[in-house]
């Protein structure tokens, strides 16, 4: 069974950065396309970045372009967040689907992590 765990969240002041991670177990990881979506109190779950199993070029949501960058290796997957802003404070998710395209859409990733909070403070 696929497992994801976040880690890395936590309180942080306008400008600052911080790096998410997220623990893949449960499958190969290089078989998986990976996202990151986030979900601000009172919003909907929104798209953050997504990496294709095959590789090549990660999607971005506009609001992140230039300032989060998504990697990852054989167990894992990591968001490094810089000049962070209020508005991107919410919980992190990770997801996964095995196979499949980079898609922005929550519904197409069938495994998920608990979330991990991030609170930036101006």
């Known amino acids: 069974q696929v497992q994801l765990v976040e880690s890395g969240g936590g309180l942080v002041q306008a400008g600052d950065s911080l790096r998410l991670s997220c623990s893949v177990s449960?499958?190969?990881?290089?078989?998986?396309?990976l996202a990151w979506f986030r979900q601000a109190p009172g919003n909907d779950r929104e798209f953050v970045a997504a990496?294709?199993?095959?590789?090549?070029t990660t999607y971005y949501a506009d609001p992140v372009k230039g300032r989060f960058t998504m990697s990852r290796d054989n167990t894992a997957t990591y968001l490094e967040m810089r000049s962070l802003k209020p508005e991107d404070t919410a919980i992190y998710y990770c997801?996964?689907?095995?196979?499949?395209?980079?898609?922005?859409?929550?519904?197409?990733?069938?495994?998920w992590g608990q979330g991990t909070q991030v609170t930036v403070s101006s």
């Open positions: 449960g499958g190969t990881v290089s078989r998986m396309t």
């Open positions: 997801a996964a689907r095995f196979l499949g395209v980079n898609s922005g859409s929550s519904s197409d990733y069938p495994y």
């Open positions: 990496s294709n199993w095959r590789g090549g």
